[in-house]
């Protein structure tokens, strides 16, 4: 049994929560927060013993053997590193933290001591984007030409709200721009060329961005992301032979469609049971049980390199959180 402590009681830690149920073996035991009301009320609602005020309690409890960090991406940072700082291994939200320093010193702080540590990008452990990559590898489409994938939603956000906030790390690419990226990082590795431009708001966070990705092979990526309009949330990968479309949401489709040349389509279906986030807490207890501080699925370098750019992109928009 995997004791687990949610750290943060918004809505993606109560969606965690439910997920949780779908994972064999996890047991929610703990959940920790700024405030005690905030902490009782949601271990009340999720059927959870113990509820902390501090996130240092949490990280102390001996009873919990890994955390998951589901703070906005302000206080990733800091919230991973307390709970690294009680001995606990960690799954922290995307993205990481705010920049690749920070998030470098997070994956050294857990080499250091020995501890898992893995970022919460659900996209790299989701059993239909698995299937997408084995195919790609295969050679079913042939050699990657293109990627496209847009992430935009409608807003309007005020401007108390957390994405339009500076100091918590606002705008769009942070928020949504890290899944297209981390698709065209996941098919293709890192790019050779950035390119990228956005439209900054009044708090000079990006609210439409646009990035072209190139790669020494000759193949491209064209990526998007805003708060100003919903796009389709879609994505296709493109082939010298065939084509892989991944529908709305493509970071969780419902199927993938592949397109051979010459062939009809084919469509692959995936298994919706839960929201998703169960496939990353099944990963996350499958590494704890072979005493791995690290995922295969999700290693160190890629958070690492993904992280590299969008600190790359956010200097070519004139975006800063300092």
């Not at 690749?100 to 919460?120: C, I, K, S, Y």
């Not at 957390?162 to 065209?184: E, H, I, W």
């Not at 084509?243 to 469509?267: K, M, N, Q, S």
């Amino acid at each position: 049994m995997t004791r687990w402590g949610i750290l943060a009681t918004g809505n993606i830690a109560a969606r965690f929560a439910e997920d949780l149920r779908l994972a064999p073996g996890a047991e929610l035991v703990a959940v920790g927060s700024r405030t005690r009301e905030s902490a009782e009320l949601f271990a009340k609602r999720h059927g959870i013993a113990r509820a902390y005020a501090s996130w240092a309690e949490l990280a102390a409890d001996p009873d919990v053997d890994v955390i998951y960090v589901a703070t906005p991406h302000a206080a990733h940072h800091e919230a991973a590193l307390t709970c690294l700082a009680g001995d606990k291994a960690v799954l922290v939200e995307k993205p990481c933290t705010l920049d690749l320093a920070t998030t470098t010193e997070l994956v050294e702080t857990a080499r250091a001591r020995g501890l898992f540590l893995m970022e919460a990008m659900w996209m790299r452990t989701n059993p239909l984007i698995l299937r997408v990559l084995e195919l790609i590898a295969d050679g079913a489409i042939g050699e990657v030409t293109h990627i496209r994938a847009d992430f935009g939603a409608a807003g309007p956000f005020p401007p108390e709200h957390r994405m339009r906030a500076r100091t918590l790390g606002g705008g769009a690419l942070l928020d949504l721009g890290v899944y297209p990226l981390s698709l065209a990082h996941l098919v293709l590795g890192v790019p050779q060329q950035v390119q990228a431009w956005a439209k900054l708001g009044p708090e000079k966070v990006d609210e439409n961005t646009g990035i072209v990705l190139g790669w020494d092979s000759g193949a491209v990526a064209t990526l998007s992301c805003g708060m100003v309009g919903a796009t389709a949330i879609t994505a296709a990968i493109t082939g010298t032979t065939g084509r892989i479309d991944l529908p709305e949401p493509f970071y969780r489709p419902g199927a993938a469609v592949l397109h051979r040349l010459g062939a009809e389509p084919e469509t692959i279906p995936a298994d919706l049971t839960g929201g998703g986030y169960q496939h990353e807490a099944i990963e996350v207890q499958r590494c704890l049980a072979a005493g791995l501080i690290e995922s295969p699925l999700v290693p160190h370098a890629a958070t690492l390199e993904v992280m590299g750019l969008l600190d790359h992109i956010k200097d070519r928009i004139g975006v800063s959180y300092a």
